[in-house]
């Protein structure tokens, strides 16, 4: 794997962003971003814009993944080729709602955070553990509710688009769970990398969480903008988890409610 730029926020050293064009702001932490809780024709092309800013990253952390591990097995370098289409589509689906919706490229500020943390990690089953498994599993969780806000609002064709990226979604979860599986089982070293990832993310969220209080560039609170969803059960199944490891899922959610209070919805 050759070198690669870094950057370091609040302490911590992460890949540095990605290519954009000078038309975008590049946010690293949520105080820096701009979105309201309120379903507003402004905030409503803010969360697509936002969402279509992940399906570019995502793309980008597949891609690189194809990059960077050419000695990976074949059958996993072609689903991480299949899933860079699958998300490149997404990505263009959701700029054309952009557009439609009067918005454009660079209208908000945009976060490449999935980027900068999976493409850190130095292995493809620490990458799919981050990425794949941890950061896109828990967007699948926020997709079993999220369309239906969409509709309630007024706007089935964004619901539609978004159900539509919500299926391909469950297979790039899939595909991560029988790979990370896979590779543990025939190499226990592997086990170690699955660990290192899964630390190293939860170390970086915990250095970037929001301050008490902190507001983001629109003046609203981080924490009224932070979405959460319970577990999605029946597509975690869909996705292959096991049983037991939903049932560890379910458990932290109940733990975390319990601190948290009440989820926040879409
Ligand atoms: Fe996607
Ligand atoms: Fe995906």
């Given at each position: 794997?050759?070198?690669?730029?870094?950057?370091?926020?609040?302490?911590?050293?992460?890949?540095?962003?990605?290519?954009?064009?000078?038309?975008?702001?590049?946010?690293?932490?949520?105080?820096?971003?701009?979105?309201?809780?309120?379903?507003?024709?402004?905030?409503?092309?803010?969360?697509?814009?936002?969402?279509?800013?992940?399906?570019?990253?995502?793309?980008?952390?597949?891609?690189?993944?194809?990059?960077?591990?050419?000695?990976?097995?074949?059958?996993?370098?072609?689903?991480?080729?299949?899933?860079?289409?699958?998300?490149?589509?997404?990505?263009?689906?959701?700029y054309r709602r952009l557009k439609e919706l009067g918005g454009r490229k660079g209208?908000?500020?945009?976060?490449?955070?999935?980027?900068?943390?999976?493409?850190?990690?130095?292995?493809?089953?620490?990458?799919?553990?981050?990425?794949?498994?941890?950061?896109?599993?828990?967007?699948?969780?926020?997709?079993?509710?999220?369309?239906?806000?969409?509709?309630?609002?007024?706007?089935?064709?964004?619901?539609?688009?978004?159900?539509?990226?919500?299926?391909?979604?469950?297979?790039?979860?899939?595909?991560?769970?029988?790979?990370?599986?896979?590779?543990?089982?025939?190499?226990?070293?592997?086990?170690?990398?699955?660990?290192?990832?899964?630390?190293?993310?939860?170390?970086?969220q915990e250095a970037l969480a929001p301050s008490a209080g902190a507001t983001n560039?629109?003046?609203?609170?981080?924490?009224?903008?932070?979405?959460?969803?319970?577990?999605?059960?029946?597509?975690?199944?869909?996705?292959?988890?096991?049983?037991?490891?939903?049932?560890?899922?379910?458990?932290?959610?109940?733990?975390?409610?319990?601190?948290?209070?009440?989820?926040?919805?879409?």
């Amino acid at each position: 794997m050759e070198s690669f730029d870094t950057k370091v926020v609040r302490g911590v050293t992460l890949r540095r962003d990605p290519a954009r064009e000078t038309c975008f702001t590049i946010a690293d932490t949520d105080d820096q971003m701009i979105s309201w809780p309120e379903w507003t024709v402004e905030s409503k092309r803010e969360r697509i814009h936002r969402h279509m800013n992940n399906e570019m990253s995502t793309t980008e952390v597949a891609a690189q993944c194809l990059c960077d591990f050419p000695e990976a097995d074949w059958d996993l370098r072609m689903e991480l080729a299949r899933q860079v289409w699958d998300e490149s589509r997404h990505a263009m689906g959701l700029y054309r709602r952009l557009k439609e919706l009067g918005g454009r490229k660079g209208e908000f500020p945009i976060a490449n955070f999935e980027w900068a943390v999976s493409s850190y990690l130095d292995s493809v089953i620490g990458r799919i553990t981050v990425m794949n498994r941890t950061f896109e599993a828990g967007t699948m969780d926020l997709m079993a509710f999220i369309p239906d806000r969409w509709r309630e609002q007024g706007d089935p064709q964004t619901a539609e688009l978004l159900d539509a990226i919500a299926a391909d979604e469950i297979h790039h979860v899939r595909f991560a769970n029988h790979w990370v599986h896979r590779l543990c089982a025939e190499n226990k070293r592997n086990l170690f990398k699955v660990a290192h990832a899964v630390r190293f993310m939860n170390a970086v969220q915990e250095a970037l969480a929001p301050s008490a209080g902190a507001t983001n560039l629109a003046g609203v609170s981080v924490e009224d903008v932070t979405l959460s969803a319970p577990i999605n059960v029946a597509d975690r199944q869909l996705a292959d988890f096991t049983d037991e490891e939903i049932a560890v899922l379910l458990k932290q959610n109940d733990l975390e409610s319990l601190v948290t209070g009440e989820r926040k919805s879409a």
